[in-house]
Nanobody, 128 residues
């Protein structure tokens, strides 16, 4: 089992920045890819970004490219999501996730059903 705990959410004005953190514990050796998803009220949970833990290969949704950056700190077993130039439409609960399937290619990790472990979520609210 892998436990994931998110932190760093909050309220920010449009154009501002936030950094989310996701700390992993447990059998982290099986968490080959770590990702971020988000879910706004009344909408499906959608992919935001992901990173392969060993090689640091990154994947992004088109909606956040150039504004969000995913990174990792192997020594702390933590993944980060730096969010800049935030927009009201970025408002959502952000979830950290981990996939125990390595080397599947980018499209595989865009799908929520291919992640095995989830955090409890952290609220991000962007005011206009």
């Amino acid at each position: 089992q892998v436990q994931l705990v998110e932190s760093g959410g909050g309220l920010v004005q449009a154009g501002g920045s936030l950094r989310l953190s996701c700390a992993a514990s447990g059998r982290t050796s099986s968490a080959y890819v770590r990702g971020w998803f988000r879910q706004a009220p009344g909408k499906e949970r959608e992919f935001v970004a992901a990173i392969s833990w060993s090689r640091g290969i990154t994947f992004y949704a088109d909606s956040v490219k150039g504004r969000f950056t995913i990174s990792r700190d192997n020594s702390k077993n933590t993944v980060y999501l730096q969010m800049n130039s935030l927009k009201p439409e970025d408002t959502a609960v952000y979830y950290c996730a981990a996939s125990s399937s390595p080397n599947r290619g980018g499209s595989y990790y865009y799908t929520r059903w291919n992640y095995d472990y989830w955090g409890q979520g952290t609220q991000v609210t962007v005011s206009s």
